[in-house]
């Protein structure tokens, strides 16, 4: 549910005097409906944001209200209707009207109405000051700033005012506002009954809202102010906070307030304020992918670098088994080298009589020859099979012979053996094997 909360500053303004921790506010948050929720007057900082922690309520979106006098308002002639253009020329459109140098005014732009466009003027410094104390406010995003008494509400008056104890908050038609001290409304009143030049009304209506209380302390005040004839004052007790009527106006769209939060103030958005919020995660986070980033690169360049290394060296052995071979690479030296075992598996071992005896010469060497004596050697072709007479000092030795042969890929049997004193005799039958 959408929660709105109206935060006004009440006097002394310790915020205007960089106090901002000690300033106090009246406040209220309504629902979506317009009901309220929570109040509470003359209260700090802590006090509505606790209310906010405590009901677990998030972007609720928080509206600022500073007093009457704090802005100017006024009208601009500009006859371009496009915003930009618009925006260009208002500073020259309002210069005369205002008592300070343009470039240290803020200024709002508002509706366009018969006199112009309806304008808000506020000193640079003084919003910079209001803005603060109002975004910093946690749990909340600030949506708008506006003068109180613009919030007041118009509908069939000429005037509306608004008693709060000794300031009265006044609005027009027109869609002017300001605040005044109580005591001056008489004065005022002259000021009040006054006609435009193009009304022709020969009453002019006030409608004035205050609690009882009030009412009852500024009676002579206001029987000074019906005392003028042109005025038909409507008298209507509150039995709610000034503020409160504010917001109720406003929720109800009964007046046509000017937001001061435009142009280098404007506030940001309810995603920019959960970035806001979420940003140190988000750094720290970025900073944890980019050191990641690094090591892996890292990793996976140390990795590369390794497989060129064994690369160079499979291919440096392969060079030296097979160096006629210019057509092998890196890249297809294992599907080569397949086809070679494949290959060389379907033909079996050589089982010619050179093949034969040179493989079991050779690990007749290996095995140390001297305790095996070769006594004879036949070779049948049509078979295949090379028949060597052995004499060794034990079985065990022809037995390793015949291991060491069979290791190589021939088939190799041992046969005829007979034991006596001086060791063992055996028939050695060599073969290509299956």
Known sequence: MSYRLYVQPV?????????????????????????????GQDEDRSRIEQTLTQNDLDHVRLIGLIPGDESLFCFAEIPAKQARYVRQALPFAVEE???????????????????????????????????????????????????????????????????????????GSRGEWFRMNTANLPVFAYTLANPEEDEVAAEIPVALYGRAGDLEAQRSVIDGLGAQERLRLHREALEMSPLELLVHADHNDLCDPINLCQGEFEPQDQGASTWRAWRPVAIVAGLWFVLQLGVEA?????????????????????????????????????????????????????????????????????????????????????????????????????????????????????GSVVNDSDGARARLTVSGGS
């Open 11 to 39: 006097a002394p303004f310790a915020a205007l005097h960089g106090d901002s921790d000690h300033q106090r506010f009246d406040w209220a948050l309504i629902d979506a409906s317009g009901m309220f929720q929570a109040t």
């Open 97 to 171: 009207q205002l008592a300070q140098d343009i470039d240290s005014v803020h200024l709002a732009l508002g509706q366009r109405s018969e006199q112009g466009f309806r304008v808000a003027a506020i000193d640079n410094k003084r919003m910079a000051l209001w803005y603060t104390l109002f975004d910093d406010i946690a749990g909340a995003d600030l949506e708008a700033i506006y003068p109180e008494a613009s919030l007041l509400p118009i509908q069939d008056t000429r005037w509306c005012l608004c008693l709060d104890g000794d300031a009265t908050f006044v609005s």
């Open 298 to 414: 890292g990793l996976g360049y140390y990795h590369l670098t390794q497989a060129r290394d064994l690369e160079q060296q499979a291919m440096s052995i392969y060079r030296e088994a097979f160096p006629g071979d210019t057509r092998t690479h890196a890249g297809n030296v294992r599907r080569v080298l397949e086809g070679r075992l494949r290959v060389a598996s379907q033909e079996g071992p050589r089982a010619d009589f050179l093949s034969l005896l040179g493989q079991t010469g050779a690990e007749y060497e290996r095995l140390g020859g001297g305790n095996v004596q070769f006594n004879a050697v036949n070779y049948s072709r049509q078979r295949g099979e090379l028949v060597v007479e052995l004499r060794a000092d034990s079985y065990d030795r022809l037995s390793a012979l015949r291991s060491a042969i069979g290791d190589r890929g021939f088939e190799a049997r041992i």
